[in-house]
C-alpha cells in the first residue's frame, strides 16, 4: 500500500512545482534548490554568496528547517529577503511550501532564489520545488565515500561543491576519491573545492553562478532533467 | 490523506518492534540503535567499539544503507558479525528490515547488537526498531547549533556521542552549547566527547555500554520511552 501513496505524493508534488516555475519564469529567476547532510554549511554558503555579490545580483532565500528560525535570521543580516519555513518535524521541502513562500517574497526585479532545503540527503532529493538546478554541498568531514553512499543527490544534481577544505589537512578524505566517483555518477557535474569559512574556491563559484544566471536570462537553461 | 497513511505505516511498524523485543528478550541481548547525519562517524564507531571489547562481549551489527555493503564490510573485519540491509534509497531502517536482518544473525550467546542506521538526523528517528536505546552521534565539524534544530533524535537518545573532538582546534563549536541544549531537551542523557578517530574518550562510552549491558543482563533496563 505504500508504494501507491507515495506515487501520487510525488505526482501532486510534480504538478505544484509546475505553478512554482509559473511564478518564477516571468522574471526569468535562476531558482536553486540547495542540498546536503546537517552541518555541510549551506547557511554559511549563502552568507558568504549573498554578501559577495549583493552589488551584482538581486537575490532571496527560501530557508527549510524543521524548527528554528535561526538560518533565516543569518541570510536576512546580509540584507537579502528570507522567507523561513518550518517543517514541523517534516525531512523535506516541497513545492507546495515553495509556493505559500513565494507569496511572502517579492519577486520583482529578482535575480536569484536560493532555496536551503533541510539538512538531509535523502529525501530532499525526491521533491522537486520547482528549481533550474539542484545544489550538492559535502563537507570533507563527512567522509570521501558520500557520493557513493548517497547516489541519487550527486547523479540529479548540477554543481557540487566539496565545503570545508581547510580542514583537509586533520580529516581522511581523499579529493579524488570523492570527485572521481560523483563524476562517474554525472559527467555534466561542475565541482568546487572550497572553504566557506575562510572564502576559498568561491570565486569558481561565482563564474558558474554568473553563467547559470545569464543562461537563465537568455531562456538558453533546460529544465532539470529528473 | 497524507497523515492517516503515516500514522497506520508508525502503528505497523511498532507491531513488528514488539517482535523484534521478542527475539532479543531471551537472551537479553541489549539493542542499540545508532543514529546520525552522514558521516558522524557511526562506522568508525563501531570499529573501534567491536575491537577493543571484543574480549568482553559477543556483538553483531546491522548496517542500513541505501546502497553498498562497505560499512558492513568495514565491521565484519573486526571479526564481528554484521549484515548489510539496503534500503534502495528509503531513509531509514523500519522494524520490519530488523526482523529479516535477525534471520541472518546468530543470536546465541549475543550480548550487544548494534543496528546503525542510515545516515539521516530525521527519518530514522520516528521508527522503533526494537531497540533498548537510541544513540547520538553528532560530529563537532556538523556545528553546535544541530541539537536545536533537530531537536527529536536527542530528546529521545539515551546518549549522545560528540564526535571528531579531534577537529576542535580547527571549528567553530561550542562545547557547552551543544551540550546545553541537549540536556535541556533531555535531562537523563548521557553525554560522551570522543574522537573515533584516535580513541580519544571512548573509555566513558565503553563504562556505560557496560552498565547498560548489565542493565539489560538483570531485566533493570525500563523501555525506551517514545
Request: charged share 25%; hydrophobic share 40%; proline share 3%.
Amino acid at each position: 500500500m505504500q508504494i501507491p501513496v507515495v506515487r501520487n505524493v510525488l505526482e501532486a508534488n510534480e504538478k505544484l512545482a509546475e505553478q512554482v516555475r509559473a511564478r518564477l519564469d516571468p522574471g526569468r529567476i535562476l531558482a536553486l534548490n540547495l542540498i546536503s547532510s546537517p552541518g555541510a554549511g549551506k547557511t554559511t554558503l549563502l552568507e558568504r554568496t549573498l554578501a559577495d555579490l549583493s552589488g551584482e545580483f538581486r537575490m532571496a532565500v527560501i530557508e527549510g528547517d524543521l524548527q528554528t528560525d535561526n538560518d533565516a535570521r543569518r541570510v536576512a543580516a546580509t540584507g537579502a529577503q528570507a522567507v523561513q519555513i518550518n517543517t514541523e518535524g517534516g525531512c523535506h521541502l516541497n513545492s507546495s511550501m515553495i509556493l505559500q513562500a513565494l507569496d511572502n517574497l517579492d519577486l520583482d526585479g529578482l535575480d536569484i532564489l536560493f532555496i536551503e532545503n533541510v539538512g538531509n540527503l535523502v529525501c530532499p532529493v525526491e521533491f522537486d520545488c520547482g528549481e533550474d538546478a539542484k545544489i550538492a554541498l559535502l563537507s570533507v568531514a563527512e567522509g570521501d565515500d558520500k557520493p557513493e553512499k548517497y547516489p541519487l543527490l550527486f547523479n540529479l544534481a548540477r554543481a557540487m561543491l566539496l565545503n570545508k577544505i581547510d580542514l583537509l589537512p586533520h580529516v581522511d578524505f581523499d579529493v579524488r576519491r570523492a570527485r572521481d566517483f560523483a563524476t562517474r555518477l554525472n559527467h555534466d557535474l561542475a565541482v568546487f573545492e572550497v572553504s566557506c569559512r575562510n572564502g576559498q574556491g568561491l570565486d569558481g563559484w561565482y563564474e558558474w553562478l554568473r553563467a547559470m544566471r545569464q543562461a537563465r536570462r537568455q531562456g538558453r537553461l533546460s529544465r532539470q532533467e529528473r
